[in-house]
């Protein structure tokens, strides 16, 4: 307690600073999520509760593109968690000649605008005459999520004691075994985390998916191509449906974490 | 990645003639660009919003980031989701809210209207710079206060203690301490919201209405429009080479600046 005492003096300032900083991050998404149950076509007037936008919602079409947003996203997650993770490992454990050049093929969609990382894959796609497809929006995708998931992942394996792998070597274990059996369950949470942060961003992502998607879109593209131009009252119902469900997804992988974690300590 | 991005190169040194591609070796479409002073300003317009934004974003966060990481203990994962809670929904929906709170009919003008604040509604709110610098902080933020953040969640409270106790004052405290802690974080804050942002497309393009036009958008009509696939990719050289640039001049004036040399020399 003593010790707080002195920067305290600053606090209250700081403090409104942070409120104000929340409140200008979430309001707009949570203005989008209200004005989602508004009666009145027109944005901004409210004239009354309904669910009449997001009734209109459940046509086909657009069932069938939350199908395509999921499946690409799975494959994304599943990819890019995998290689990930054995990025990360390798970087983190080895050092070898080619590490430069593992380090600038990892990380360099990071340092590139997300639209010359779309434009790029385009260019390499038509070059070796692959049309346009879910399959290629994964691609793209992956090449972006692939940095995050490696620096999460990477953030876990080096707070980790390696004694207790070569503890394991020693012992006679396989490296094979002794990386299923002592170091993934140590990393565990931070290959969840990685997996997670994948999701995210690869459910969310529109640029990339813009100049690499074929007929089948995702939700971002489908949404940019139905409310460029007229912005109805659906659109909200839907960000609010996006936004809802997402924060299902992540809720239920934090509890099935949890069950788990739980479970071994058992 | 290295793979598109050469034969990114390799396009960009090709010709278009007669609606195909000629594959003759050339600098034409760069000695094309370099001649020209519309791709010139645009490129300085998309770096002038990059460097706009990082400012803006930097101000707002190092002070929040501080006050995280110093002030609250318990409540810091709930704060933290706070801040990540926006890069749940795609940007693309951020910009459409932002759209319908700034637009000409939007709720900013209704409320200020009723309110008395305005006779009419400010038609600079929507489709103009202002627009497109409030939606991309809001996008960005975020990056800027969590890199801030973790480098100054290494700050052992001590160090402030000992230095109050010496007598010295809150503003030489916070440069001679907090600052200097603080600089990996934003160094990697910094890069981590001006390069996006100066390679955005779709916020300038929707917040911003011609007035957002910048090199991204002229990158986008070559491939989509005008099918001059070379020249997009040459245009698309030219952002990242003055990304490259500025970003270089930006970490070698950090790298001379006295605190964070005295800092680095602590270190070794």
Request: aromatic letters at 12%.
């Amino acid at each position: 307690m003593m010790r707080d005492r002195p920067a305290l003096r600053g606090s209250p300032f700081l403090a409104s600073i942070l409120v104000a900083v929340l409140i200008f991050l979430n309001a707009p998404v949570v203005v989008l999520m209200i004005f989602a149950f508004n009666n009145s076509p027109i944005a901004y007037t409210w004239t009354g509760f309904t669910l009449k936008w997001f009734q209109e919602l459940a046509s086909d079409r657009m069932l069938v593109t939350w199908g395509h947003s999921f499946i690409v996203s799975i494959c994304v997650v599943v990819v890019s968690t995998i290689v990930g993770t054995m990025a990360a490992y390798g970087l983190v454990r080895y050092s070898f000649r080619a590490k430069p050049l593992v380090l600038a093929l990892v990380f360099i969609p990071i340092i590139i605008p997300r639209m010359i990382v779309g434009l790029a894959v385009l260019l390499m796609l038509n070059y070796l005459g692959v049309p346009r497809s879910l399959f290629t929006v994964g691609l793209g995708q992956t090449f972006y999520v692939l940095p995050f998931v490696t620096i999460v992942v990477a953030s876990v394996i080096v707070t980790f004691d390696r004694r207790l792998e070569e503890a394991a070597l020693d012992l006679g274990a396989r490296p094979w075994t002794v990386f299923r059996r002592v170091t993934l369950p140590l990393i565990k949470n931070g290959v969840y985390a990685g997996a997670l942060v994948a999701f995210i961003l690869s459910f969310a992502e529109f640029t990339i998916s813009y100049f690499l998607s074929g007929t089948k879109q995702t939700l971002p593209t489908l949404i940019y191509s139905e409310f460029r131009f007229l912005i109805t009252p659906k659109i909200n119902a839907l960000s609010t449906t996006i936004v809802i469900i997402t924060v299902i997804f992540t809720i239920g992988a934090e509890l099935i974490r949890q069950r788990r974690a739980l479970g071994a300590q058992q | 990645m290295l793979g598109p991005l050469t034969i990114m190169v390799v396009y960009s040194l090709w010709r278009v003639e007669n609606f195909s591609v000629v594959q003759n070796v050339s600098f034409d479409n760069y000695a094309y660009l370099i001649g020209s002073p519309i791709y010139i300003w645009l490129t300085a317009k998309a770096l002038l919003y990059g460097a706009i934004v990082t400012i803006v974003t930097l101000i707002i966060s190092v002070p929040v980031a501080y006050f995280m990481a110093r002030h609250i203990g318990p409540r810091k994962g709930l704060v933290v989701t706070a801040i990540l809670l926006p890069l749940y929904t795609s940007e693309l929906i951020r910009y459409f809210a932002w759209r319908t709170i700034l637009g000409t009919e939007g709720m900013l003008n209704g409320a200020l209207l009723r309110l008395s604040v305005i006779s009419e509604p400010i038609e600079m709110l929507s489709f103009s710079p202002v627009a497109v610098i409030i939606s991309l902080v809001h996008v960005y933020l975020p990056f800027m206060i969590l890199a801030i953040w973790v480098a100054l969640e290494a700050l052992d409270p001590a160090l402030l203690d000992a230095a109050m106790d010496l007598g010295a004052r809150p503003i030489r405290m916070f440069g001679k301490i907090v600052l200097p802690l603080a600089m990996p974080g934003i160094i990697a804050g910094v890069l981590f919201v001006f390069i996006p942002v100066t390679g955005e497309f779709f916020g300038v393009n929707m917040m911003g209405g011609t007035t957002g036009f910048t090199i991204t958008n002229a990158i986008n009509d070559q491939f989509t429009s005008a099918f001059n696939w070379p020249l997009g990719s040459a245009l698309s050289y030219m952002l990242l080479l003055s990304i490259g640039v500025v970003v270089a001049v930006f970490l070698v004036i950090v790298s001379r600046l006295r605190m964070v040399r005295n800092y680095v020399g602590r270190e070794v």
